[in-house]
Nanobody, 115 residues
Framework: QVQLVESGGGLVQAGGSLRLSCTAS????????MGWYRQAPGNERELVAR???????TYSDSVKGRFTISKDNAKNTMYLQMNSLEPEDTAVYYC?????????WGKGTLVTVSS
């Protein structure tokens, strides 16, 4: 079991940057897969980026080259560096972890990108 808390969302102009953080209530070094998802109004939740315990990363095509996922096991924290933000990136961003086939979610942090 794990509790996940996101932070770092906010309002930014198009072209700007934000860094999201996801802090876990326990060690993340053994968690097989963690990731960031987002949900825009009227849309389904979608995968943004994923990172494995070994550090392998996966990105959705819409953010590839602009976003970077990383984690600091010593701080029990995962990050999402978001650059060159676009209005289409506006959404609630959720932290996710899968432990023993159980999905855990944070409550989300809102990112708003103005044009």
């Amino acid at each position: 079991q794990v509790q996940l808390v996101e932070s770092g969302g906010g309002l930014v102009q198009a072209g700007g940057s934000l860094r999201l953080s996801c802090t876990a209530s326990r060690s993340i070094s053994g968690i097989g897969t963690m990731g960031w998802y987002r949900q825009a109004p009227g849309n389904e939740r979608e995968l943004v980026a994923r990172i494995t315990s070994g550090g392998m990363t996966t990105y959705s095509d819409s953010v590839k080259g602009r976003f970077t996922i990383s984690k600091d096991n010593a701080k029990n924290t995962m990050y999402l560096q978001m650059n060159s933000l676009e209005p289409e990136d506006t959404a609630v961003y959720y932290c996710h972890a899968m432990i023993l086939l159980i999905n855990y979610w944070g409550k989300g942090t809102l990112v708003t990108v103005s044009s």
